[in-house]
């Protein structure tokens, strides 16, 4: 019977790469706010109350790559909400 080693990442690399995760999440989410299909409008309401929940996860489970993601794209559901239902 073959034995297969388990890697397991550090805490570090796991924290750089949910930051990492984190900003290329938030750089996309920006870009498609500033899109200008109209469609969109209703995946905003949609994401701002998931994004919303997860403010609230990761509060609770005390995860600042969570807490700090959520919160920057429920700004960005802001942006996008008012693109998309006042101009």
Not at 21 to 33: G, K
Not at 35 to 62: E, H
């Amino acid at each position: 019977m073959a034995c297969v080693k388990e890697v397991v990442p550090d805490s570090r690399t796991l924290s750089i790469a949910g930051w990492v995760a984190s900003i290329i999440t938030i750089a996309c989410a920006l870009v498609l706010s500033l899109d200008g299909n109209p469609p969109m409008r209703w995946m905003f309401v949609a994401w701002t109350i998931s994004n919303v929940l997860w403010v609230w996860y990761g509060a609770g489970i005390k995860s600042g790559q969570v807490l700090a993601s959520q919160a920057v794209f429920v700004l960005i559901d802001v942006i996008g909400l008012v693109h998309y239902w006042l101009y």
